[in-house]
């Protein structure tokens, strides 16, 4: 039984003020599910706050972002153990918008990856295809790439402690939502390409959809046997609608 993870993606939203009130909204009306996971990742300054506030609450406290390296001269980054240190347990790697605006590659998500687990963080792990990747069938090779830098680097019992995020890149922020069906494909495709190399890996690990998943399209998206929850950008920002994602994976359980 994987259970379900649904995770807030704040991106660079927020404030003192806002965030107090989104979690305050979550935790009054959260479910009370053992098997739904609930995530929030606030930018970076919120995180000792948000790790105060979220103490017993049972919801866990992500960062959006991490540095490969331990310590050191690279002004401006933040390692892996603060963020362990300041409560974290989740970190998000490779998300597309850092791919595409931080020009970060593969690679270079494949060394986050490595350095947040070595540092007990869970990474989470996004890959997806552009609009323009799909529309020339490339979306699996994208996936392929992205993936197995990440299992070439690590080995495939890394993902043991990390969860893998599908967000195709024209899903993001944009109001099309990938269908069911279309979601669906490619996680199969991804716990395939994961039980190549290891049966029951592939059958443990949770893969979370991202892409304008809202509380009407995510029972469907949930229901679906490959998606594990949710990686929620907009939809994360107020906490109704926050709880209507959530709702939908707790009626699935
Ligand atoms: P939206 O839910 O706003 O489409 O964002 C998805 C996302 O990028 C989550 O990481």
Same mark, same amino acid.
């Given at each position: 039984m994987?259970?379900?993870?649904?995770?807030?993606?704040w991106k660079m939203n927020g404030s003192n003020a806002a965030n107090a009130e989104l979690v305050d909204g979550i935790i009054a009306g959260m479910p009370q599910s053992d098997s739904v996971e609930l995530l929030v990742c606030p930018p970076f300054p919120y %995180? *000792?706050?948000?790790?105060a506030k979220l103490s017993g609450t049972g919801i866990? %406290?992500?960062? =959006?972002?991490v540095s490969q390296h331990e310590a050191g001269a690279y002004t401006g980054e !933040? /390692?892996?153990?603060?963020?362990? +240190? @300041?409560?974290?347990?989740? &970190? $998000? @790697?490779?998300?597309s918008e850092r791919r595409a605006i931080m020009g970060e590659s593969s690679e270079t &998500? /494949? *060394?986050k990856?490595?350095? /947040? =687990?070595?540092?007990?963080l869970i990474p989470l792990l996004c890959v997806g295809e552009s609009q323009q990747q799909r529309e020339t069938n490339q979306t699996e090779a994208v996936i392929d790439e992205q993936l197995n830098a990440v299992v070439d680097g690590s080995g495939i019992e890394a993902f043991r402690r990390a969860v893998i995020a599908y967000e195709p890149v024209w899903a993001i922020g944009t109001g099309l939502t990938a269908t069911p069906q279309q979601a669906q494909d490619v996680h199969?495709?991804?716990?395939? &390409?994961?039980?190549?190399?290891? =049966? +029951? @890996? *592939? *059958? !443990? @690990?949770? $893969? %979370?959809?991202?892409?304008? &998943?809202?509380?009407d399209? /995510?029972?469907g998206l949930f229901g679906k046997p490959d998606i594990d929850g949710g990686l929620i950008g907009g939809a994360s920002l107020k906490s109704a609608d926050f709880l209507a994602i959530a709702e939908a994976a707790w009626a699935l359980n």
């Open positions: 994987r259970g379900y993870l649904v995770a807030g993606n %995180l *000792a706050a948000m790790a866990a %406290l992500g960062a =959006q972002n !933040t /390692a892996p153990s603060m963020l362990g +240190d @300041v409560g974290c347990k989740y &970190v $998000i @790697v490779g998300h &998500v /494949a *060394a990856f490595q350095a /947040a =687990q070595d540092a007990g199969r495709h991804i716990r395939e &390409v994961l039980a190549a190399r290891h =049966q +029951d @890996v *592939a *059958a !443990t @690990v949770k $893969i %979370l959809y991202g892409g304008s &998943v809202k509380g399209n /995510a029972a």
